[in-house]
């Protein structure tokens, strides 16, 4: 198997999966988080940060360009200060699941468009950092792989927040089968 069949399929899987859990969620869900501990994302929060928790960082990885806010500090050793980490209050929302799962599927094209647009060679070869890991570059396949498994941590995050809602998810729902 090469970095493209697995990522290429990992990805889809995964997707599948996530898609399949956000259609399970309401609009009226959207601001519900769990009521224990702290510093928990909201359900829309949840469903915005998975429309772009692989894509979006694959083409960072593959381009360079993070696209960091203007002005955004970085510390010395070119990782993003802890002002970049925001808290989960402050983090933004989707209007509705409808627009979630529509920019979820987007996220998954930019995922296969950017495997592609890699090509075996590059997936295999070219190292890359990360800019939350400066000092630790990965081949680029590994660092996508990474991105799929990103996304995938937080599906299963959000598998338990309808778990919690009381809804009636199984393992067949977590894998997306």
């Known amino acids: 198997m090469n970095w493209t069949t697995l990522l290429t399929a990992s990805a ?3 997707y599948k999966a996530t898609d399949a859990l956000m259609a399970l969620v309401d609009d009226a869900d959207l601001g519900w988080k769990p009521a224990s501990g702290r510093n928990w994302m909201t359900t829309g929060q949840l ?7 692989c894509g979006f960082c694959c083409r960072g990885f593959l381009t360079g360009d993070w696209g960091m806010p203007e002005g955004a500090e970085m510390s010395k050793d070119e990782t993003p200060k802890e002002s970049m980490l925001p808290p989960a209050e402050s983090l933004p929302t989707v209007s509705s699941v ?7 599927a987007l ?4 995922t296969l468009a950017m495997i592609r647009e890699a090509g075996e060679a590059r997936l295999d070869e070219m190292m890359v950092a ?4 400066p ?6 396949g590994r660092q996508f792989l990474g991105m799929v498994q990103h996304l995938d941590s937080h599906k299963s995050q959000l598998f338990y927040y309808l778990k919690l809602m009381g809804r009636d998810v199984n393992t067949m729902n977590l894998w997306g089968m």
């Open 130 to 133: 990360a800019p939350w890991n």
């Open 12 to 14: 889809t899987d995964t």
């Open 135 to 140: 000092q630790h570059p990965q081949p680029l």
């Open 47 to 53: 469903l915005m940060h998975l429309t772009n928790a």
């Open 107 to 110: 996220d998954h094209e930019m």
């Open 98 to 104: 409808a627009e979630a799962r529509r920019l979820v």
